[in-house]
């Protein structure tokens, strides 16, 4: 059996798979077959959920697309293995199973790994880079452009949408979520560290890794509606993913050892300035001057 049982995570397939005992099932979740389906769906899920620029944006209707014929025609087509309606019944005997099971597996701990690989140079730049500014605009700018190239990214729309009905769905995406923290935590750390950076009273690391995390996530999916809104500055490298993590830095880090909360400096920011001086206000203009 392989080192990564599936079993744990096709529920689909445990649940309704054409075998008496649940080892049965086990041995079909591990089965290289089945892997075959779920790699079959997932390159489908690939194909219609990433960029249009190919696919014909009227032939979209949901998971049409992800069909029995057409996954079964896709493991074909790669090559390695023959599928068949009899196979893939077998192991789904109904559709919604199937599509539920694949979605797990594309959103699986081992696809963000790759990603987050992916960015890791400009991550680890944030704590050594000479010119820390371009290190945070590099940060950003790799990060939004490595995921709006993630199919991963779309399939997770769709999980946190089954996450609230489905625990599958829900454990998947924290360990998503488990595996991003780590990684940019360390980074974080590493970065106030060596830069010797004091955070603000009432906050933590964490907190400023949970508010990167939803800012990221709200212009990634800005970024789908409209890709030509200026949240991203090709030719420059910049992004407002980048300059938001400019204003964090500015804000939740105590420069000056001034010892105040972010609430602190806010309610400095925004009160009424102290009102004129009556001297000042009543001195003759130009009483200073040589008659």
């Known amino acids: 059996m392989p080192a990564e049982d599936l079993s744990k995570l096709l529920s689909g397939l445990m649940r309704a798979?054409?075998?008496?005992?649940?080892?049965?099932?086990?041995a079909l979740a591990n089965d290289e077959l089945t892997r075959e389906y779920l790699e079959a769906g997932r390159r489908l899920i690939d194909a219609q959920l990433g960029p249009a620029d190919d696919v014909d944006p009227e032939d979209r209707p949901l998971f049409r697309w992800l069909s029995q014929r057409a996954v079964i025609d896709e493991v074909c087509d790669g090559g390695r293995l023959r599928g068949s309606e009899g196979s893939f019944r077998d192991r789904w005997p109904y559709q919604p199973d199937f599509i539920r099971d694949v979605l797990a597996y594309t959103l699986r701990g081992a696809h963000w790994e790759g990603f987050l690989d992916g960015t890791a140079n400009a991550r680890n730049r944030l704590a050594d880079a000479e010119d820390a500014v371009r290190a945070v605009h590099d940060a950003g700018y790799d990060d939004l452009t490595t995921t709006m190239r993630?199919?991963?990214?779309?399939?997770?729309?769709?999980?946190?949408?089954?996450?609230?009905?489905?625990?599958?769905?829900?454990?998947?995406?924290?360990?998503?979520y488990r595996i991003s923290t780590q990684a940019w935590l360390e980074a974080y750390e590493?970065?106030?560290?060596?830069?010797?950076?004091?955070?603000?009273?009432?906050?933590?690391?964490?907190?400023?890794?949970?508010?990167?995390?939803?800012?990221?996530?709200g212009m990634q999916m800005r970024l789908?509606?409209?890709?030509?809104?200026?949240?991203?500055?090709?030719?420059?490298?910049?992004?407002?993913l980048g300059t938001a993590a400019l204003?964090?830095?500015v804000a939740c880090f105590d420069h000056l050892g001034d010892g105040l909360s972010l609430e602190d400096v806010v309610a400095l920011?925004?009160?009424p300035?102290?009102?004129?001086?009556?001297?000042?206000?009543?001195?003759?203009?130009?009483?200073?001057?040589?008659?």
């Open 17 to 26: 798979a054409r075998r008496k005992t649940d080892a049965g099932r086990q």
């Open 150 to 176: 993630t199919p991963a990214l779309r399939a997770q729309l769709l999980g946190a949408a089954m996450a609230e009905r489905d625990e599958i769905a829900r454990t998947t995406l924290r360990e998503m």
């Open 190 to 217: 590493k970065t106030v560290a060596v830069r010797g950076l004091r955070i603000r009273r009432g906050l933590t690391l964490e907190d400023i890794n949970f508010i990167m995390t939803a800012t990221t996530e």
């Open 224 to 240: 789908m509606v409209e890709p030509d809104d200026g949240v991203i500055d090709h030719e420059r490298r910049t992004s407002l």
């Open 247 to 249: 204003a964090l830095i």
């Open 269 to 271: 920011a925004t009160s």
């Open 273 to 291: 300035p102290p009102p004129a001086r009556a001297d000042a206000a009543d001195a003759p203009r130009g009483s200073g001057d040589a008659g």
